[in-house]
């Protein structure tokens, strides 16, 4: 607000006239300001010069509105370099307040800012050669108090069209509503409630999402579970019994006679941090998962850490493997969050640690050590097992013909893929806890993980994994667990007619179905307690450490240790 000036308005004409050629004649229309008796007698007099209605307004008291209530409508900041271009729009946003019945407080000074650089005005660097710069920033506060927000927005929008030069202008706006609101969005109508499913089903989501289950998934976030020192377990997923876990119990049924190994690479799980009671609680459970599913415990079963020669002949093998061939691997580049064509950047690098780095060839030396033929692993596997066949060769050229090379055991079961992302495997790594089914997880949770599985729009049911990935997914797992045998395909022909609601709530009986048996078994075996378990482990590591002593000795004796 301008301060009124005690001189005649004549005097000050001259001064402020530029403020008569740039503003609008609009400001006071002829009939907003009712001139006084006094007035009328003197224009009756004589035809007196009239100064323009702008100028007039200008030393005019600004028209105000006292406020019922006091509650802060909008807080509107007006900024300029000049002073007088300030003052003027200041007091034209307090009179347009006004007119639109809008209680306004102000303009009130706020801090200047102030803002100094210096530019060197020459190549040398010296005090001679450099040129000093500061520039001012005024501000004024006007607050609109009991403002309704349509109002408020109308007055706002007005300034905005007659905005004048060199000024600008931020505004914040608060807008109030009663108490209750959370509790009345709570209790929508059912009608509402499916409305917003449609809505979310058209953005990817068959379902709003629950606030337990998204906080869940939040805490067992990778990222976040590292921040607090944890890791996430290591829990068997659908995926490893299907392309795993079964194929090593039909491996065992069909050729009783054949030597087979199975191993709880507790090794391997250190690559990344882990804290010594969960790694140790979850050795226990992944011992308890292999017996559950059938695996006879009269096999050898172990820990890589209770057979010395798995570290033994991984540094061997590390004496002859290539950098070169490990650096093209995929597996720490995906731990690293590095695509698999980018090169390693000084960031990636600190990162990286030895451990990692060298997995495949303690992977290689698992496998070498028992002299094995036949892996059965899945494709994204492939690599490590080529490696391993790469230092076959390395150690051969070098030491002569001892070391096997194993081959590759191809897979009956379909690839189970990620729920939430179907065109990605099904991994326990996942951040998602609702991208995979874990051998654990209670019916209700099944049930809920299936419900909200990514699919798609086309109706009916059909197997065609590139068009409808989501779809042939569940067709898989549904497969896995059918009792006849069926593969998928069949499965889609027979089932084209149904729903996709239909095919899920199907698919979640049988995986609750399938995994009944192993949840009473798994459960049983965790009631008997440790001894039980490490008593099965001990033996199996007793049988480990024979088969790989043999193949020691004839490594040992072609180096020369």
């Known amino acids: 607000m301008m301060r009124q000036s005690i001189r005649p308005l004549r005097a000050l004409s001259s001064e402020v006239s530029w403020i008569a050629r740039r503003t609008q ?13 006094a007035e009328e007698s003197q224009q009756e007099a004589g035809p ?22 006091g509650i802060p409508s909008c807080d509107l900041q007006l900024r300029s370099y000049s002073v007088q271009p300030l003052e003027f729009f200041s007091d034209f946003a307090l009179r347009a307040a006004y007119y639109l019945g809008l209680p306004a407080y102000g ?29 001012k920033t005024l501000r004024r506060l006007i607050q609109i108090r009991d403002g309704n927000p349509e109002t408020v927005q109308l007055w706002l929008a007005y300034l905005r069209k007659h905005q004048f030069y060199g000024v600008g202008m931020k505004a914040n706006m608060w807008e109030f509503s009663e108490l ?49 020192g944890l890791k996430v377990p290591p829990t068997t997923s659908v995926s490893g019994s299907s392309s795993a876990l079964r194929q090593w119990v039909q491996l065992q049924n069909e050729n009783p006679e054949d030597k087979l190994i199975y191993s709880i690479v507790d090794l391997h799980a250190i690559t990344t941090p882990q804290k010594a009671d969960v790694l140790s609680k979850n050795k226990k459970e992944a011992l308890a998962a292999l017996l559950a599913i059938g695996i006879d415990p009269e096999r050898p079963l172990m820990e890589t850490v209770k057979v010395p020669a798995h570290s033994e002949l991984m540094w061997i093998l590390s004496c002859t493997a290539s950098v070169g061939y490990l650096s093209r691997m995929t597996q720490w580049k995906s731990k690293l969050n590095i695509c698999e064509t980018d090169r390693m950047t000084d960031k990636s690098a600190s990162n990286l640690k030895l451990g990692l780095f060298s997995y495949p060839v303690l992977q290689a030396a698992d496998i070498l050590v028992h002299r094995a033929t036949h892996v059965p692993v899945g494709e994204d596997q492939r690599q490590h097992l080529e490696f391993a066949r790469e230092c076959v060769t390395n150690f051969n050229a070098a030491y002569g013909d001892h070391l096997v090379s194993p081959q590759t055991t191809n897979s009956n079961f379909p ?16 951040l998602s806890i609702n991208s995979r089914i874990s051998f654990t997880d209670s019916p209700a949770a099944v049930k809920a993980k299936i419900k909200r599985a990514v699919t798609d729009s086309i109706p009916g049911i059909s197997y065609d994994i590139k068009e409808r990935p ?34 899920k709530d199907m698919v979640s009986d049988a995986v609750v179905g399938g995994l009944e ?45």
């Not at 010069?49 to 702008?54: A, T």
């Not at 009608?191 to 809505?199: F, L, P, R, W």
């Open 25 to 37: 004649a609009s400001l006071a229309k002829p009939g907003d300001l009712i001139p006084n008796k």
């Open 415 to 430: 690839k189970i893929m990620s729920l939430n992302k179907p065109q990605q495997k099904m991994s326990k790594s996942d």
């Open 470 to 503: 989501g779809v042939s997914n569940l067709l898989n797992i549904l497969a896995v667990f059918d009792v006849e045998g069926r593969k998928a395909e069949e499965l889609a022909e027979q089932y084209s007619d149904l729903s996709l609601q239909q095919l």
């Open 180 to 228: 209750g609101v959370g509790k009345k969005m709570d209790a929508l109508p059912e009608s509402e409630k499916g409305e917003i499913d449609a809505k979310w089903e058209h953005l990817g989501q068959t379902k709003t999402i629950g606030t337990v289950e998204k906080v869940e998934e939040l805490l067992n976030q990778r990222r976040f579970r590292e921040a607090a």
């Open 517 to 561: 048996p192993f949840q009473k078994r798994y459960a049983e075996l965790m009631e008997k307690g440790d001894k039980y378990l490490d008593s099965i482990e001990a033996i199996g590591a007793e049988k480990a450490r024979q088969s790989a002593e043999e193949t020691m000795q004839i490594v040992r004796q072609a180096v020369g240790l």
């Open 107 to 135: 303009p009130v000074p706020l801090p200047r800012i102030t803002e100094r650089w210096t530019v060197p005005r020459d190549n040398f660097i010296f005090k001679k050669a450099q040129e000093n710069f500061e520039r």
């Open 48 to 69: 007196e010069p009239r100064f323009p209605r702008s100028i007039q307004a200008l030393h005019l008291k600004p028209l105000k509105r006292e406020a019922e209530h």
